[in-house]
T-cell receptor, first 112, second 114 residues
Framework: DAKTTQPPSMDCAEGRAANLPCNHS???????VYWYRQIHSQGPQYIIH???NNETNEMASLIITEDRKSSTLILPHATLRDTAVYYC?????????????FGKGTSLLVTP | EPEVTQTPSHQVTQMGQEVILRCVPI?????FYWYRQILGQKVEFLVS????????KSEIFDDQFSVERPDGSNFTLKIRSTKLEDSAMYFC????????????FGPGTRLTVT
């Protein structure tokens, strides 16, 4: 199973873009990269996922390098409510469905 | 917006007792999951469930654990004889099985075993 590496913590000023990096150098060609976040002890919240192309939705953008060994989650205008632990995950295929292999994530602190 | 719900939000039980944690997945979803998170640790996969049977389970999901979908809406996790180390947040998740495969998580049940 592909592993991911993220910095343990990051700070970002409110209103600025938050760029959260992730290394997944052992990812295979058909494995998706998912990003989730967890605010305090709430249930993880889906943010975005991608395979090869860059992706954007109403929450964030995902930039995946051409060799797919790393990616960056971008929150374009961080707010205080974006303070959370952000997880970069390569999903584990099961017989049916898949499992999310959560690591320790990046604890993002958005400051006023 | 549809969401996964879980009850109770907090369950306190004595060691050796049986507990049942309940989840109502999103109505048109086909895949169901349980995860747990011990305080201060990472979220861990327990089990996946599809087509009325367990699809896969982790090493954590031993004989003390079982899952069931007793009707068309509920999805339950039973711990037969709780241990102190079962104290954790338990999260239910579901997905619709289409290509996007996002898993949507419930708010969790905090289980405290005393």
């Amino acid at each position: 199973d592909a592993k991911t590496t993220q910095p343990p913590s990051m700070d970002c000023a409110e209103g600025r873009a938050a760029n959260l990096p992730c290394n997944h150098s052992t990812i295979s060609g058909n494995e998706y990269v998912y990003w989730y976040r967890q605010i305090h002890s709430q249930g993880p919240q889906y943010i975005i996922h991608g395979l090869k192309n860059n992706e954007t939705n109403e929450m964030a953008s995902l930039i995946i390098t051409e060799d797919r060994k790393s990616s960056t989650l971008i929150l374009p205008h961080a707010t205080l409510r974006d303070t959370a632990v952000y997880y970069c995950i390569v999903r584990v295929e099961l017989r049916s469905g898949y499992a999310l292999n959560f690591g320790k994530g990046t604890s993002l602190l958005v400051t006023p | 917006e549809p969401e996964v719900t879980q009850t109770p939000s907090h369950q306190v039980t004595q060691m050796g007792q049986e507990v049942i944690l309940r989840c109502v997945p999103i109505s048109n979803h086909l895949y169901f999951y349980w995860y747990r998170q011990i305080l201060g640790q990472k979220v861990e996969f327990l089990v996946s469930f599809y087509n009325n049977e367990i699809s896969e389970k982790s090493e954590i999901f031993d004989d003390q654990f079982s899952v069931e979908r007793p009707d068309g809406s509920n999805f339950t996790l039973k711990i037969r004889s709780t241990k102190l180390e079962d104290s954790a947040m338990y999260f239910c998740a579901s997905s619709d099985g289409r290509s996007s495969y996002e898993q949507y998580f419930g708010p969790g049940t905090r289980l405290t075993v005393t």
